[in-house]
């Protein structure tokens, strides 16, 4: 502990001499509240009685053992999740997480009462949430469309299971004084090539139109869409393709979501950023980690990842956007899954938090871009770490690879014997 102290003590003066005040940095990072998504704990199975498969381009690898079986021991692996990452963050729930007590009810007649256990929970443990229509795993979207399908009848249910789901996510706002983000994705698309890329596009306008009807209190609910460039099963085509939702979100005052893992493998969501801030009021992350495609691999300590921390911080866009996390690997791990993730992304807007945008825009502004590039990969260099850990200390948290023994700890004692 001693040794720490004293390094962050040393690297306070160290970022003081470039006008960078740390204690103003962890203050800053303190406000922030990630959203982490409650499907790692269970390989998005959720909780319905229905017994479907993953479908929708959802799939999970890896059988590591530990996997939550019901909302208690998900719940109790959040429990120690959140205990290891600094501060008080959110949860984001899917509508399959209803709890029904092995009574079937449709998705379109979800209510409020079906979440009551995740809002006393939420309420106990002072966590905001952020909720999501479940658009796949269930027979109507066998077709591959949901809100988009020819079927009236099929975009009809779709249409009121995002209805309840609004009205559920601002059952949740209102109960926990914070508002829900409820966000929509459907996995709508094709994977060959179609001949009409237009008319699904088109009902998916009048679907969405009736979803959004109704207004609901800001202060309760606010409404994102979410875009994604292809999916398993819809390689050639999606329907809510970045332009498409890009136009909606603009045209009718939506947040608009951007995944990280839901473009090209070359095109990055930090460029968008300040493009998008430019249009629409406030944005949605979900940030993961693709490979190759939107494998939602844990999120590292990327250079995307940093990027991203980047022109949140140097575009002043903090208090109009909402971090969400979304990945699910079930070949580690799953409460290291979430602390890790959760944990870099902290790290990654530190990082950007402890940077002298001053001094490196007047290089920039004045055009000597040698002197920008020598100072950045110098900025490298700083002990970023040592504050950090003094961040993690300061919410007593276990600091670096210590983190790992309450992990291993618990998965001897409890998972292990989850069958």
């Known amino acids: 502990m001693d040794t720490l102290e004293k390094a962050y003590a040393v690297a306070k003066e160290q970022y003081a001499a470039y006008g960078v005040d740390t204690e103003a940095a962890l203050a800053w ?3 922030i509240q990630l959203s982490m998504h409650c499907w790692q704990g269970d390989d998005v199975a959720g ?19 530990g996997q939550a079986r019901n909302g208690d021991e998900l719940r109790a692996d959040l429990d120690l999740a959140y205990s290891l990452i600094p501060g008080t963050h959110r949860i984001n729930l899917h509508a399959s997480y209803a709890e029904t007590d ?19 929970w939420a309420k106990d443990k002072g966590h905001g949430v952020d909720f999501n229509p479940t658009f796949f795993s269930h027979p109507l979207a066998a077709s591959g469309f949901t809100l988009s399908d020819v079927d009236a009848g099929i975009r009809q249910y779709w249409i009121e299971h995002a209805i309840a789901c ?11 004084g914070t508002p829900t983000v409820t966000n929509v994705w459907i996995p709508d698309g094709m994977k060959d090539v179609p001949v009409d890329r237009l008319a699904p596009r088109e009902r998916l306008v009048k679907s969405l139109d009736a979803i959004f009807e109704k207004e609901i209190d800001p202060a309760y609910n606010l409404d994102a869409v979410e875009c994604k460039l292809f999916g398993l099963g819809s390689e050639s085509y999606v329907v809510g393709s970045h332009e498409f939702y ?11 979501t951007l995944d990280s893992g839901h473009f090209h493998p070359t095109e990055v969501i930090s460029d968008k950023l300040s493009s998008m ?11 993961s980690r693709g490979v190759r495609w939107d494998s939602d691999h844990v999120v590292t300590l990327n250079d995307e990842l940093k990027a991203i921390a980047h022109e949140l911080v140097a575009g002043n ?103």
């Open 47 to 65: 909780l319905e009685s229905t017994g479907e498969a993953l479908s929708g381009g959802i799939a999970t690898t890896g059988n590591y053992p």
């Open 102 to 120: 092995g009574v079937v009810v449709p998705r379109n007649e979800l209510r409020p009462e079906h979440f009551s256990r995740w809002a006393d």
């Open 246 to 256: 890009m136009g909606y979100a603009v045209s009718r005052g939506k947040l608009l």
């Open 317 to 419: 866009f903090l208090d109009r956007v909402h971090i969400g996390l979304d990945y699910f690997d079930a070949s580690i791990n799953r409460i290291a899954a979430w602390s890790i993730g959760m944990r870099n992304t902290q790290k990654a807007l530190l990082m950007a938090m402890l940077e002298p945008l001053e001094v490196m825009r007047s290089f920039e502004n004045a055009g000597d871009y040698t002197k920008r590039l020598g100072f950045m990969e110098t900025w490298n260099e700083m002990p970023f770490g040592a504050v950090w850990n003094q961040f993690c200390l300061t919410h007593g948290v276990p600091v670096g690879f210590d983190m790992m023994k309450p992990i291993s700890d618990y998965e001897e004692k409890v998972l292990s014997k989850r069958g």
């Open 29 to 31: 990072l303190d406000k």
């Open 166 to 176: 609004r009205e559920i996510g601002a059952a949740f706002g209102k109960t926990l």
């Open 277 to 287: 801030f430019l249009y629409v009021d406030e944005i949605l992350l979900h940030v």
